[in-house]
């Protein structure tokens, strides 16, 4: 390929506009250019780079076992309607009408559209297990598109679904694609890890996450220091210390007069107390009507773990005016004794002896507060988000809190979908048998910016080998030698002919210039063709990453350089 050739549009300056390395950076090597907010077209370097992405998915997902099929954007309501996800879906869901009126939305995801297709086509047990995927571009109206390919609004993603006669089956093939995602993200040359994902009100370790490692990640994730544990931080399990003193309180509840003083650290400050004798009580808005929430002054709520509990769908904190209405009190003075909508405590909190709470009067806090003495709670249960102190729950190691960016989901659906659109397959008895799912997507796209965001410098990206856009380039450092020019041209030639995809930079520019943007562009192996060494019958070879230069004979540059490349993609 000739640079001179290609629209590889690179620039100096970081745009205004972006805020994530790898925004800035696909923008500045030329790779992306933004239609409108979270759209984007890729331009040639791009493109290679995303499909370097979907060739490895493509050939793990075969070799899985899994079929490739190619389905439509644009979805009738009618599906939707059918799962009951039309009214649920919320804003994320671009919907519009067709010229006759009728519904439709442009794909999210393709749980129906797949459904639908199999319960047509798949009658009997003989046609089962079976995995289809695609791979695809998406639409989802987020509300806040950011970080360029990280979260767009149209998005490629690779969706697989699998359809099997039985539970075991399904966990078979759970398994098999939990496999498949770690061989892709490990040839994708990313660091990553694998959690336990929240699976909504269904529970249970059916769902997993992959997630990038990055502190630019908008996930946070628990990872054990000791054994392999690791869980998205929605998710990850608090386990309650054995040692926890319940000693009620002697006497009380008793009011004092706390004026003004209404966060945790105020009412700390002023009681003399430690935040850990402090219980927060929050009030929730949600599908089934106001609860209260309870927890201590030093822990944070996880409202995951409170909307799974309850089995709501929606969980907002109430307004001031609502807050008044219920207990009486301004905001910042609420408390559990003598609240009159269903108290819902995390452990830690209900296992206090005796707390500091509000007192549901506008200036007044109570001391000496014993849950069950004082008031009933409906439940108590694992209701914060874990922290760097806290214990991991199955060894009980030190915990470590990392951000991620999660580029792959394994999900197990059940029975969800099949029940929905009556997906049924007839039995070795010939009975009718409802089909069991799971679904199965990756961020294609992400993946791009997350390999970027995991590698880059100050010069540009650092592209691991399997993704690179081109595996080397061509220097010459003067295009107005003719020697220099043919040995440059031989080079570029010989490597494409053996199969090394290679740039060459043609451009009547400097060498400055170009080497700038051989490093902007990310490219792995740099090959610099100039009058001294092509002097000794020699090429310099520097390698992005590592930053080394050799000098290599010419004779010997070709396989020293795909030496190098396979080295790299096969580990
Ligand atoms: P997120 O929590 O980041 O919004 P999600 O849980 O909505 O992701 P899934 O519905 O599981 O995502 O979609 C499968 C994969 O598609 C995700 O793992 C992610 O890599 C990718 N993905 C989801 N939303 C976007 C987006 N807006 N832009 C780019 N990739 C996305
Ligand atoms: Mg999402």
Redesign the pocket.
Known sequence: MLFSRMLIPTLKEDPSEAEADSHKLLLRAGMMRKLTAGIYNYLPVGLRALRKVENIVREEMNRAGAQEVLMPAVQPAELWQESGRWNVYGKELLRFKDRHGRDYCFGP?HEEVITDLVRREVQSYRQLPLNLYQIQVKF?D?IRPRFG?????E?I?KDAYSFHTDEAEAEAGYQAMYDAYNRIFTRCGLKFKTVEADTGPIGGSYSH?FMVLADTG?DLLASCTACDYAANLEKAEVILPANNPAVPAATGPEAVHTPNVRTVEEVAAFLKVTPQEIVKTLIYETDKGPVAVLIRGDHEVNEVKVRNLLGVTDLILAGPARVEELTGAEVGFAGAVGLNIPIYADQAAAALGSMVTGANRTGYHLVGVAPQRDFAMAQAADLRTVTQNDPCPRCGGALDILRGI????VFKLGLKYSKALKAVYLDADGAEQFIFMGCY???V??IVAAAIEQGHDKDGIIWPMALAPFQAAVIPISVNEAAVVDAALRVHEELEAQGVEVLLDDRDERPGVKFKDCDLLGIPLRVVVGPKTLAQAAAEVRHRRKKDTAIIPLDDLIPHLKERISRELHG
Do not use: A, N
């Not at 999660?406 to 989901?409: A, I, K, R, T």
């Open positions: 995801t989802r987020e390919l990280i979260r767009g609004r998005f993603m996450e908008e999660e580029v792959g989901h997507g990756i961020g796209s992400r």
